[in-house]
């Protein structure tokens, strides 16, 4: 499964910015995908997640601001970000979890990664 991730730049605080990650994956609807992020020195730490279901999970520090969704028909998954703040900067990874249906949050337990794509926040 190859995963790439888009969308990421420069945005000033408060503003938007869409991510997509789009897989090559047959049976993607079958997936867990989750979005991480590492700021530099900090640990990759979980974003939001979507199940085959379309059930969804957030870290607290982006609820209410965050929305992951999915269209299975083309194989992405999808991260809109709104009201971002400087402390959201970061590089932002997409990745798959294909075997256990549940939105896991640590970061060892997703089987597929994106190359990561760079969210810059300006103050």
């Known amino acids: 499964v190859q995963l790439q991730a888009s969308g990421g730049g420069l945005v000033q605080a408060g503003g938007s910015l869409r991510l997509s990650c789009v897989a090559s994956?047959?049976?993607?609807?079958?997936?867990?995908m989750g979005w991480f992020r590492q700021a530099p020195g900090k640990e990759r730490e979980f974003v939001a997640g979507i199940d085959p279901g379309y059930v969804t999970r957030y870290a607290d520090s982006v609820k209410g601001r965050f929305t992951i969704s999915r269209d299975n028909a083309k194989n992405t998954v999808y991260l809109q970000m709104s009201s971002l703040k400087p402390e959201d900067t970061a590089v932002y990874y997409c990745a798959a979890e294909t075997v256990r249906f549940t939105i896991a949050t640590l970061y060892y337990e997703y089987d597929y990664w994106g190359q990561g794509t760079l969210v810059t926040v300006s103050s």
């Open positions: 994956a047959r049976t993607f609807s079958n997936y867990v």
